[in-house]
């Protein structure tokens, strides 16, 4: 089953609605009392309603494999759980909720017990919620709808700016130490008393909060001298650059010595670099970057799942992006719809292994001597030259599938597209690309 907008709009608010309910009813049983446990005033909980978009767009090919289905459930779950509670922490600079006190959590984010909810939740939802969804929505009004999906659109991005700018207040707070000479200043006139509202409902329902204001106050951080320095953004960048670079020239290789060969492995038509493998290298530096020091058959296994799950995902969104499928191992031994095989997920968890514990250590190093101002410039450089270099790519294999069916150009960038991105061009960048699937 293939979810248009629309639907996809609906799942998004209802499991938002359902996840805030769910929240809210729990923290009553702990707590005694009402509280609003979202992020927003109103009562949705998006990352409820993220995780069952992500539900709808990468799991449909597993629905009639359940073990497959309620594992994807549990990485989907884990993958935007910990992203989002990793976002939130470096913005405000603590922990929003906290589970680190229970047996088999990961960095406080989560713990087993909400994996296994979400991965039966997944199996429920996929294959006798979400039908029964889509039948009651289908029998309201188009134009209903339509209007509903506005006026909602504007209460959540009216609440999200309003929820967005306390917390940057709080944060703001946080680096002055000025608590008081803050709540004294936000009085002053209606929006900030407003503002305060929404910090004082916060801080109820994330006590973490009130808990780090404490603990900061009269503390200040020095600056490091260091560009770079730990895991943070332009770490992060200059990783996936050079996990990227790396992941080509792997791979180019790789299919040389298996396939006899020379063969371009690039996701881009400008520059060797696997975005594929970029993305995986900053992915599994960002969520195992603490457990860095475990032993190696605990990333071992962290790796060969987050990879798997990582490389099915790519999979699912280059073919719904570019309509085109870069990969098939449906040839392969114990794969899964030609997206994954236990093979190369095997080779995910190797290759995390000798990642963070070889080849990390040498390239945070060279990264951390790049001069402080001169590495922002150099990583910004970069960082528009590939978002740059991605959408010309998107741009070619969007023209070398529609060639297809149009091969008269109907405007000038259609020209100028087939002029400079010939099939035969296209072929050698992508040689194991298929047009369509």
């Not at 939740?121 to 979400?130: D, Q």
């Not at 020095?222 to 996990?243: H, N, P, R």
């Not at 060969?261 to 992915?283: D, H, N, Q, T």
């Not at 392969?332 to 990642?355: E, K």
Request: charged share 20%; glycine share 8%; aromatic share 18%.
């Amino acid at each position: 089953m293939i979810y248009i907008g629309s639907e996809l709009f609906w799942v998004f608010y209802i499991y938002s609605f359902t996840g805030w309910c769910a929240g809210v009813i729990a923290n009553a049983l702990r707590r005694k009392r009402f509280v609003n446990t979202g992020f927003l005033n109103i009562p949705l909980c998006p990352i409820y309603g993220i995780i069952g978009v992500s539900y709808c767009i990468f799991l449909p090919e597993l629905i009639n494999k359940t073990f497959f289905l309620f594992l994807g459930g549990c990485v989907i779950a884990f993958i935007i759980i910990v992203a989002t509670g990793a976002i939130l922490e470096k913005v405000f600079n603590t922990k929003w909720w906290d589970y680190s006190k229970r047996r088999f959590q990961f960095q406080g984010y989560l713990s087993w017990v909400h994996l296994f909810f979400f991965g039966i939740s997944a199996v429920i939802c996929m294959r006798f919620i979400n039908p029964l969804l889509m039948k009651l929505i289908h029998l309201i009004p188009g134009q209903i709808l339509f209007i509903l999906e506005i006026v909602f659109s504007i209460i959540l991005l009216l609440d999200i700016i309003c929820c967005v700018t306390t917390v940057l207040q709080i944060k703001r707070t946080l680096k002055t130490h000025k608590f008081m000479d803050y709540v004294q200043g936000v009085t002053e006139n209606f929006g900030n008393v407003l503002t305060r509202k929404v910090q004082s409902r916060m801080e109820n329902a994330f006590p973490n909060i009130e808990k780090q204001r404490i603990i900061q106050a009269g503390s200040c951080k020095k600056e490091s001298k260091v560009f770079a320095e730990g895991c943070c953004f332009y770490k992060i960048v200059g990783l996936f650059f050079i996990g990227a670079f790396l992941g080509d020239l792997t791979e180019t290789v790789f299919c040389r010595i298996t396939a006899g060969r020379w063969m371009s492995r690039s996701s881009v038509v400008y520059g060797s670099f696997s975005i594929v493998w970029g993305l995986g290298c900053a992915f599994l530096t960002a969520f195992l970057y603490k457990y860095k020091d475990k032993s190696d058959r605990y990333i071992f296994l962290y790796g060969t799942i987050l990879g798997g799950a990582y490389e099915y995902i790519c999979s699912v969104f280059t073919e719904l992006v570019f309509g085109t499928v870069f990969w098939d191992y449906s040839k392969i031994p114990f794969n899964l719809g030609g997206r994954i095989n236990l093979l190369f997920c095997f080779f995910w968890g190797i290759a995390a292994v000798v990642w963070l514990k070889i080849l990390y250590p040498i390239f945070s190093c060279w990264i951390e001597k790049l001069p402080k101002k001169g590495g922002k410039i150099i990583m910004w450089i970069a960082i528009i030259f590939m978002v740059g270099n991605i959408g010309i790519s998107g741009l070619a294999l969007y023209r070398y599938n529609d060639r297809i069916e149009n091969p008269v150009p109907k405007n000038s960038l259609e020209k100028i597209l087939d002029e400079r991105f010939d099939d035969n061009r296209m072929e050698k960048i992508y040689p194991n690309a298929k047009r369509g699937r």
